[in-house]
């Protein structure tokens, strides 16, 4: 099955500061890929997703890239504000299956 | 709109107790999931449903049953709970299959001793 690393577990970063995250996948047949945020004890919530027929998509101060080639995607996280504080999840998916990442836990220092 | 509910929001049990967790939403979607999260793991999908009175497994459906007998309910079933089941509990619902957005509950968190 889908196998998804996401590096780094932990990120501290200064307010203002960019922030990346990245994650590999191990089954090309995977087409989308999410990124959650999670506040400590809340719900998951998407924050942006890509299919896999896309390289790049954007969201305001959020972006996200997909190479199919190389087997990874990455979250970009641009002047970032202590509210981005959370931990954020990426995962990949194919025929309903949805793999996690474990995780990383942002920190934003004001 | 209340979106997805999950009862109950915190649960302890013995080890062999049985309990069963309720998801539910008003929102007419089609396929609903059940994740568990540990430390650590991230969510690992346990079961899901394309539709009414339809099951299936997921990546991690040991210990686990479901139930998909009305639309908006899915229900969550260990039959003799182990401490390895210890964990938060998220369901989650979609419009159709993904790729789509996915609507998380807000969690059970289940201790079992």
């Known amino acids: 099955g889908e196998n998804v690393e996401q590096h780094p577990s932990t990120l501290s970063v200064q307010e203002g500061d960019s922030a990346v995250i990245k994650c590999t996948y191990s089954?090309?047949?995977?087409?989308?890929f999410p990124w959650y945020k999670q506040e400590l004890g809340k719900r998951p919530q998407l924050i942006i997703d890509i299919r896999s027929n896309v390289g790049e998509k954007k969201d305001q101060r959020i972006a996200v890239t997909l190479n199919k080639t190389a087997k990874h995607f990455s979250l970009h996280i641009t002047e970032t504000q202590p509210e981005d504080s959370a931990v954020y999840f990426c995962?990949?998916?194919?025929?309903?299956?949805?793999?996690f990442g474990a995780g990383t836990r942002l920190t934003v220092k004001p | 709109n209340a979106g997805v509910t999950q009862t109950p929001k915190f649960r302890v049990l013995k080890t062999g107790q049985s309990m069963t967790l309720l998801c539910a939403q008003d929102?007419?979607?089609?396929?609903m999931y059940w994740y568990r999260q540990d430390p650590g793991m991230g969510l690992r999908l346990i079961h899901y449903s394309v539709g009414e009175g339809t099951t299936a497994k997921g990546e991690v459906p040991d210990g686990y049953n479901v139930s998909r007998l009305k639309k908006q309910n899915f229900l969550l079933g260990l039959e003799s709970a182990a401490p390895s089941q210890t964990s938060v509990y998220f369901c989650?619902?979609?419009?159709?299959?993904?790729?789509?957005?996915?609507?998380f509950g807000p969690g059970t968190r289940l201790l079992v001793l």
């Open positions: 929102m007419n979607h089609e396929y």
């Open positions: 995962a990949a998916y194919n025929n309903n299956d949805m793999r």
């Open positions: 089954d090309s047949a995977s087409n989308y």
């Open positions: 989650a619902s979609s419009y159709t299959s993904i790729p789509t957005t996915q609507y």
